[in-house]
Every structure is written in structure tokens, then in C-alpha cells.
């Protein structure tokens, strides 16, 4: 039933009836059988919109939606693998919105932040990712904020946490507004990365700046940016000069179509 639930919630979504589904959706996403509720976790964010309202707040909607969040926090709990922690943190960020603030959306916040100090690359990657989709979707401006302070302090921390800081800004560019990450202040923690100490840290500054500078959309910003890349060419670390001056030639090269939205980001290679 699992392999052919998310096409049976296509058809009764599309005529309004997702909620007649909920029982045998709930069957097949509780179920002891890893096979059969991981079919239905990989296409929640897809399913879940076609059974209950993004707003939805009626008694059998918030009933639903706790079924969901409980499941979820169960397998959270239960998790070993790194693949299945990824998948969830995954399907966590991207399903916020259908939920109002709760103590498991508080709990995941606090999970996530967990995992940026443990496991894998991979499990970190998708922790910032998700993170940053709490940050906008689903917490009281207290949480928000303390959740900011927490990543802005990485900036200053260890090598490793100034990687994940450089992780998280990455992410954050893609899946936030730019008005957001300006709220954030971001932009103004981020810079300072340009003057690490530690040369493969200010490599990888580079490869985000160019990142940020495109999807930024705001002058100012992107005149910060340019700035300190322009200094980063003089460099004393050579490949720090080198891909920084192949960063500055690409986005003046570049910046008229980047500017409208007609060319799509790639970053040159340091040895092209």
C-alpha cells in the first residue's frame, strides 16, 4: 500500500477529498515496516499538502498534524543511520509551514543544531539546510533569535565551526530571502571570514561570497563582497590570490547578465 499511497493522495487531493485518505495514510506512515513508511516519508512533502490545509487549524486538522510531527519525532529518536537522519531533516524543513509552533518544532530547532557538531559532511549539509527553513517558517522571534546568536557564534569559533559557519551561509543564500539574511545580519558575520587567519578558510569564503553576490540582490551588499574579494587577490596564500582573482573577472565579466537573472551560477574551478 505504501508504494501506491502518494499516487491514491494525487487523486483524491486534486478533488478536495485528502482528508478521506488520512486514516490509511496514518497506517502506512506508522507502520513498524521501515520499507513501507520510508516510501511515504520520502513523498510527504509532496502528500501532505493534498491532505490537510497549509493553514488548516479545524480539530481534525491539528489532530492530523500532530499524528505527523509525532511520528516524525519518534523516528527521530529511533534513527541511527546517517542517509535516514538526512532524509528526515530534510523532510522536516521543507514540511514546517503545515505546522503551527510547537514543542517539536522547538525540538527539531534544538536536534538540528545537534547534529551540526556530529556525525558526517552530509548530515551537517542538511542540518544547516534545515535549519535555515525553521528559521523563516516556524518559530516565535525569541527562538529565531536565539537560534541567530547560536550561528553567529560559530563565525568566531574553531576552525570547524567557522566551516560550518561557511556551510550555513551557503545554504542560507539558496533557501532564504535576501531581505531575510539581511535581517540576520548574515552578511555583516560572513565578511569577516574574508580576513580568517587560517588560508583554507578564506578559500572557502571565496567560493561563497561568489554565491552570495549572486543571489544577494542587494547593491550594497555586493559592493562589500567585491571589496573584500578585490583584497583577497593580493593574497598570501596563493591559491586564495588566484581563485580570488578568477572570482573578481567572472562576476565583473558576468555581472550585466547575473544583474538580470539570465545566467545561471557556476563557480570557475581555481585551476581553470
Known amino acids: 500500500m505504501a508504494k501506491v499511497f502518494p499516487e491514491v493522495a494525487q487523486v483524491f487531493g486534486k478533488h478536495d477529498r485528502g482528508a478521506l485518505v488520512r486514516p490509511a495514510f496514518l497506517v502506512a506512515f506508522t507502520s513498524d515496516l521501515k520499507e513501507s513508511y520510508k516510501v511515504v516519508l520520502e513523498h510527504l512533502p509532496q502528500i501532505l499538502p493534498l491532505l490537510v490545509p497549509r493553514n488548516g487549524n479545524s480539530p481534525d486538522d491539528l489532530k492530523f498534524k500532530e499524528a505527523v510531527m509525532k511520528q516524525l519525532k519518534k523516528w527521530w529518536q529511533e534513527e541511527n543511520s546517517w542517509r535516514d537522519l538526512t532524509l528526515l531533516m530534510d523532510v522536516v524543513g521543507q514540511i514546517q509551514e503545515y505546522f503551527p509552533v510547537t514543542p517539536h518544532s522547538n525540538f527539531y530547532l534544538d536536534e538540528f543544531f545537534k547534529r551540526l557538531t556530529q556525525g558526517n559532511r552530509e548530515v551537517q549539509t542538511a542540518a544547516v539546510k534545515a535549519i535555515c527553513l525553521l528559521l523563516v517558517t516556524n518559530h516565535t522571534p525569541s527562538k529565531r533569535e536565539d537560534a541567530l546568536n547560536k550561528l553567529n557564534k560559530l563565525c568566531t569559533g574553531n576552525y570547524y565551526d567557522r566551516r560550518k559557519y561557511l556551510m550555513f551561509c551557503s545554504a542560507a543564500v539558496e533557501c532564504l530571502a535576501p531581505s531575510v539574511l539581511t535581517g540576520m545580519k548574515v552578511y555583516k558575520q560572513f565578511i569577516k571570514l574574508a580576513e580568517d587567519r587560517v588560508a583554507n578558510i578564506r578559500l572557502g569564503y571565496v ?26 587577490r593580493e593574497d598570501s596564500n596563493n591559491e586564495v590570490k588566484n581563485y580570488a582573482s578568477k572570482a573578481c573577472e567572472y562576476l565583473a565579466n558576468h555581472k550585466a547578465d547575473i544583474v538580470k537573472g539570465c545566467l545561471l551560477y557556476t563557480s570557475p574551478s581555481p585551476r581553470d
Do not use: C, F, P
Not at 567560493?207 to 583577497?232: C, F, H, N, Q
Open 207 to 232: 567560493r561563497t561570497a561568489m554565491k552570495i553576490w549572486v543571489y544577494a540582490g542587494d547593491e550594497t551588499v555586493r559592493g562589500e563582497i567585491m571589496g573584500s574579494l578585490e583584497k583577497l
